[in-house]
C-alpha cells in the first residue's frame, strides 16, 4: 500500500508512518517541517527505517506540489493543518490558507490523480462550538452532560471560532467530494488526541504539555476552573481506527465519524488529572488559574458508537495507562525537550 501523509512528522504523523513503515508499507510524508518536534520525529523515523522514511518538504498551501505527491498512491491521510485555536484568532488568514484553502488543495489533488486515491481527513470536536444547548451537570470535580452520553454525528454543526471554521470547511469538502465526485472519503471527528512523539505546547496537545512542563519545572496555566471534561484517545486507538476505515472502505465511503475516548476515558483537564499527574511525579504540581478562553467546551465528550457499529472499532488503552505510558517516555526523552526551553 502507498500512502501519503501530510503532516507526516507531526505527533499523529510520525506515529501513523511508523506503523506503516514497520508493515512495509511505501510512506511519504508531506510536511513543512514548522511545527515544534517535526525534525526530531522525522529523525526517529529515518533512524528506524533509513530512506525508507520518504520526505517532500513542501506546504498544503502549494497545491501543485499536492497533485504531484498523490498522483500515484493509494491512500492519503490529511493531517496537515494549523492546530491552535489562540492562533486562529490572532491569525485568521493564515488559519483559513493553511486548513480550509490547504484542505481544498488536498481533496482537489485526491480529485486530478489519475486513479483517486482514498482521503482520510483528521477533523475536529471543534466544529460543534461551544454546545451551548447541552445540559451540563457540575460535580465536586467535573462537569458532564445531563442528556447525552457523548456528541453524536448527527449533532449540528457550530463553527466556533476561526479554527472551528477553517477545520469545519475541510470537514465539508472532504464528506461532499464524495457525494459529488465519489471519491473514497472519510472524515474523523477527533476529540484529544495523545501519546508518544507529542511535543505538546500551551495552545495544543494540553496534557503533553502538562506533563512535560509538570517534568521540567515549567509554569503550567489552567484556562477556566479546570473541571472542563474531555475525552482523551490514545494516538494508537486512533491509528486502529484509520486502518480500518481502509480496510472497510466499502462501509465507510463518505462516511463521518466521531472518534474520541468515549466516556469511558474522560476526564476533566485539572481537577482529575492533575492529582494523577502529581501522583506520578511525587509531589504537588503548581499552577496558575486564569480566565475561560472563549468557545471552551465545558465538557466534549464524543458518542463513538457509529464507529464500533460500523467499523468495528472500540478504543483499547485505558486513560490512566495512557498517561502513565505518555509521562513515561516524556521521562525517557527528557532532552529533547530540554533542548527546547
Request: aromatic share 8%; proline share 5%.
Amino acid at each position: 500500500m502507498r500512502v501519503l501523509i501530510t503532516g507526516g512528522a507531526g505527533f499523529i504523523g510520525s506515529n501513523l508512518a511508523h506503523s506503516l513503515l514497520s508493515e512495509q508499507h511505501q510512506v511519504t510524508l508531506y510536511d513543512n517541517l514548522s511545527r515544534p518536534g517535526g525534525k526530531q520525529n522525522l529523525t526517529w523515523l529515518r533512524g528506524t527505517f533509513g530512506d525508507a522514511a520518504l520526505l517532500i518538504e513542501a506546504d498544503v498551501r502549494d497545491a501543485s506540489a499536492l497533485v504531484a505527491a498523490a498522483r500515484e498512491v493509494d491512500v492519503v491521510v490529511h493531517l496537515a493543518g494549523q492546530v491552535a485555536v489562540t492562533t486562529s484568532v490572532n491569525q485568521p488568514r493564515e488559519d483559513f490558507e493553511i486548513n480550509a484553502l490547504g484542505t481544498f488543495n488536498v481533496v482537489e489533488a485526491v480529485r486530478l490523480a489519475p486513479k483517486p486515491p482514498m482521503l482520510l481527513y483528521a477533523s475536529t470536536n471543534k466544529v460543534y462550538g461551544g454546545m451551548e444547548g447541552a445540559a451540563l451537570v457540575e460535580e465536586a470535580t467535573h462537569y458532564r452532560y445531563r442528556d447525552l452520553k457523548g456528541i453524536p454525528e448527527i449533532q449540528p454543526l457550530d463553527f466556533h471560532s476561526p479554527y472551528g471554521c477553517s477545520k469545519g470547511t475541510g470537514d465539508q469538502y472532504v464528506r461532499d467530494y464524495a457525494r459529488i465526485y465519489g471519491l473514497r472519503t472519510v472524515v474523523f471527528r477527533q476529540s484529544c488526541i495523545y501519546g508518544p512523539r507529542q511535543f505538546g505546547v500551551e495552545d495544543q496537545g494540553w496534557l503533553a504539555h502538562f506533563i512535560i512542563a509538570a517534568q521540567l519545572g515549567r509554569p503550567i496555566s489552567i484556562y477556566g476552573d479546570g473541571k472542563q471534561v474531555r475525552d482523551m484517545l490514545h494516538v494508537d486507538d486512533l491509528i486502529d481506527v484509520y486502518r480500518l476505515a481502509i480496510e472497510r472502505i466499502d462501509v465507510a465511503q463518505g462516511e463521518i465519524y466521531n472518534i474520541g475516548g468515549g466516556p469511558a476515558n474522560a476526564l476533566s483537564i485539572w481537577a482529575e488529572v492533575g492529582p494523577q499527574l502529581e501522583r506520578l511525579a511525587g509531589r504537588a504540581i503548581p499552577v496558575t488559574y486564569r480566565e475561560w478562553r472563549p468557545g471552551d467546551q465545558s465538557v466534549c465528550v464524543m458518542d463513538t458508537s457509529k464507529a464500533e457499529r460500523e467499523l468495528g472499532w472500540v478504543p483499547k488503552i485505558g486513560v490512566h495507562k495512557g498517561i502513565e505510558s505518555l509521562w513515561d517516555w516524556v521521562s525517557s526523552n527528557r532532552p529533547l525537550f530540554e533542548a527546547s526551553a
